[in-house]
């Protein structure tokens, strides 16, 4: 059972950042998909990094739980997402209440993983804050992917709907991160990683569609760097 949650753990994975670090690399280096470059460095962040980076360390310690309930986390963001979006089926976010499924089932600490020591209330305060303005945002690019035309390259490439889930995902993985369990360190920068690379990325390409307005972006930012700084573990614990 072990060894075939840290097999599925580590192809997930490793599919998640393949599926996305190299179109944000070819889209800033080159010119022919210079119009996503921000969707694409934005999809490395909210699939490659806070799934893919999440399931990778799963595989390598499935015992650290922390990073797991960041990737189920991102999971349910992405689900929730492809309904709102009428993106669900077309978009291929149906595929992740399957291998959440899938996960949970070949799961080796699946009798720990409920067994939740307490939760971090500096992260789970940040967690909070982050959930208006995430639904605000994800629920504007939702209605652009369900209603944008069909002529939009964006909503041909299910790029709305995709910035919609990495959106939802942060104040659910911020909580799964507040959670007490083993491996909550990683998972802490895992989702402070995430946020504040999310705010620089529409900073930097601040004219690109989907990127956050300066002020929201600025906050973002901030946002993951306290997320590192208040959330890690004390010395002792997980």
Same mark, same amino acid.
């Given at each position: 059972?072990?060894?075939? @949650?840290?097999?599925?753990?580590?192809?997930?994975?490793?599919?998640?950042?393949?599926?996305?670090?190299?179109?944000?690399?070819?889209?800033?280096?080159?010119?022919?998909?210079?119009?996503?470059?921000?969707?694409?460095?934005?999809?490395?962040?909210?699939?490659? &990094?806070?799934?893919?980076?999440?399931?990778? /360390?799963?595989?390598?310690?499935?015992?650290?739980?922390?990073? @797991?309930?960041?990737?189920?986390?991102?999971?349910?963001?992405?689900? =929730?997402?492809?309904?709102? /979006?009428?993106? @669900?089926?077309?978009?291929?976010?149906?595929?992740?209440?399957?291998?959440?499924?899938?996960?949970?089932?070949?799961?080796?600490?699946?009798?720990?993983?409920?067994?939740?020591? *307490?939760?971090?209330? *500096?992260?789970?305060?940040?967690?909070?804050?982050?959930?208006?303005? /995430? =639904?605000?945002?994800?629920?504007?690019?939702?209605?652009?992917?369900?209603?944008?035309?069909?002529?939009?390259?964006?909503?041909?490439?299910?790029?709305?709907?995709?910035?919609?889930?990495?959106?939802?995902?942060?104040?659910?993985?911020?909580?799964? /991160?507040?959670?007490?369990?083993?491996?909550?360190?990683?998972? &802490?920068?895992?989702?402070?990683?995430?946020?504040?690379?999310?705010?620089?990325?529409?900073?930097?390409?601040?004219?690109?569609?989907?990127?956050?307005?300066?002020?929201?972006?600025?906050?973002?930012?901030?946002?993951?760097?306290?997320?590192?700084?208040?959330?890690?573990?004390?010395?002792?614990?997980?």
């Amino acid at each position: 059972m072990r060894r075939a @949650f840290r097999i599925v753990a580590a192809v997930v994975g490793i599919v998640a950042i393949g599926f996305s670090l190299p179109f944000a690399v070819g889209a800033l280096l080159g010119e022919a998909d210079r119009i996503h470059r921000l969707h694409f460095v934005a999809g490395t962040l909210g699939l490659g &990094v806070l799934l893919g980076v999440s399931l990778l /360390a799963c595989a390598r310690r499935p015992q650290d739980l922390g990073p @797991f309930w960041v990737a189920v986390a991102s999971g349910v963001a992405t689900t =929730i997402a492809g309904i709102v /979006a009428g993106d @669900f089926v077309s978009g291929g976010y149906v595929t992740s209440p399957i291998l959440l499924t899938v996960l949970f089932a070949l799961h080796p600490e699946r009798r720990s993983l409920f067994a939740i020591g *307490g939760l971090d209330a *500096g992260a789970v305060a940040l967690a909070a804050l982050a959930v208006v303005p /995430a =639904i605000a945002y994800a629920l504007t690019q939702s209605e652009l992917q369900r209603n944008g035309s069909s002529l939009d390259p964006h909503v041909e490439f299910h790029h709305y709907s995709g910035m919609a889930s990495y959106a939802l995902s942060l104040p659910l993985a911020a909580l799964a /991160a507040a959670l007490r369990l083993p491996g909550r360190r990683i998972a &802490v920068w895992i989702v402070g990683v995430t946020g504040a690379g999310l705010g620089l990325a529409s900073l930097v390409l601040s004219d690109y569609v989907s990127a956050f307005d300066p002020v929201w972006a600025w906050l973002a930012l901030a946002w993951g760097v306290v997320f590192v700084a208040v959330g890690q573990p004390r010395r002792g614990s997980a």
